[in-house]
């Protein structure tokens, strides 16, 4: 029954919804090619403080506005609007029930912030640490409402973070990273490989203006790779706004030791892009309503 009633919303089309703290973009594609892409882009004179009505309403006139009302939504939270934090489960985890227990202990500690105010997401492993996120429900409830005044559903909401680990999670190792590029930062995650490849961290790291040279990036990299006792990687792979200064003829002997590369599908995990990665089944996605 699922299915007939999502093949009935795809016959209008689909909407990609990237959110950030201040600003979203809308792009709606249609069924047919015939039906040409519409894309909108509006700000948050509010700001992130705004309530759960004010974000809904907001939310809701974009999606009206793309024409995107009644329409099956993919979602995407900047990285700004998510806390990724490392959990390392007890050692008599069994259930799930521990795991969401450990994570909310460990959220606290580390943001000082109530539990029940954020939705959790994570790779639930009992054997070993896994990176949980987090996003405000106050988000997650104004998206809802939005979505569910216009008669649409969400069908997928993830973290731009986890949208390119979807991506690249194969090309991964110890001697390649993970990172995503916006504006204003830079969200690294670095890389073990015990037991199996896997996310030991995930820092996020201001963009200092102007736009830094890549020997800062790799210092950056190799500083933090010191903090978490990892070996530095040869290799960096970047999802987002590509930079001029970080392409690869930039490059010069003194960061030999570390090669940017950009993924081929660089554009997709940045907030406002066609953001493929929401298609891609995950443990860290939301589903469905969000809850």
Known sequence: MLDRWLKR?????????????????????????????????????????????????????????????????????????????????????????????????????????????????????????????????????????????????????????????NLSCRELGADTWLATCDEHSLTLGLITVEPRPRVAAVRTLALPDPMPSIAWLRAQVVRAALLDNLPPPSTLLLHGLRRDAWLPGAIDFVDAAMTVRWSKSADCAAPGANNAAAELATPLAWSGSTQ
């Open 9 to 165: 919303f795809a016959r209008g089309g689909y909407c990609r919804l990237a959110l950030s703290r201040d600003a979203l973009t809308v792009r709606r594609t249609g069924a047919s090619r015939k039906v040409p892409v519409l894309f909108v882009e509006r700000s948050l004179p509010a700001g992130a403080d705004a309530s759960t009505e004010t974000l809904a309403a907001w939310i809701g006139a974009a999606l009206d506005e793309s024409g995107g009302s009644g329409l099956p939504v993919h979602v995407t939270f900047a990285n700004e609007l998510v806390r990724y934090f490392i959990v390392t489960p007890a050692d008599n985890s069994v259930r799930i029930q521990d795991l969401r227990a450990a994570a909310g202990v460990r959220f606290l500690t580390l943001f000082g912030e109530d539990p029940a105010d954020w939705q959790f997401g994570a790779d639930w492993q009992a054997a070993e640490p896994f990176l949980a996120c987090a996003v405000s429900r106050r988000w997650l409830d104004a998206l809802q409402q939005a979505v569910s005044a216009g008669r649409g559903c969400v069908v997928s909401a993830l973290p731009e973070f986890v949208a390119a680990w």
